[in-house]
């Protein structure tokens, strides 16, 4: 009878360089990670942040909301996104997230980056 090696079988299809999936898929602690860091912000600042498709923070947005994790409100057509401070374990669920940082520093690194608050009229470039 002979022997497979199955250690050579799987190693091609694993993803060396994946970030942590902790909540499902990478996707989605990516977008709760940028909603994290960010407090509060809107589906395509995060789209752009954690470069991420829009309709997929779309979707991950709804989803999370309809759980109760996620809070939104509407600003005309602007859709605020942030973490809801009346979920369960919503102060654990940040400091998590904000530990969590370390795991992807260019996330972190391109949220420091952003501005946030709009230029000087008149302003050069």
């Known amino acids: 009878m002979w022997s497979y ?15 942590p999936a902790l909540f499902g898929s990478e996707t989605r602690t990516r977008v709760l990670l940028a909603i994290a860091l960010l407090e509060s912000s809107y589906p ?3 789209s752009r942040v954690a470069k991420v498709p829009l309709i997929s923070v779309q ?4 989803n999370l909301e309809r759980q109760g994790v996620l809070a939104s409100r ?28 370390f795991a992807d520093p260019t996330l972190a690194e391109r949220i420091e ?7 000087r009229a008149g302003k050069e470039l």
């Open 59 to 62: 979707r991950i947005v709804n």
């Open 44 to 46: 395509r600042e995060i």
């Open 113 to 119: 980056r952003l501005r946030r608050r709009p230029r």
């Open 74 to 101: 509407v600003f005309g057509r602007q859709r605020e996104v942030r973490l809801n401070r009346q979920y369960f374990a919503a102060k654990e669920l940040r400091e998590l997230l904000l530990r969590m940082r």
């Open 5 to 19: 090696d199955y250690t050579y079988d799987i190693m091609p299809r694993m993803k060396l360089a994946a970030g």
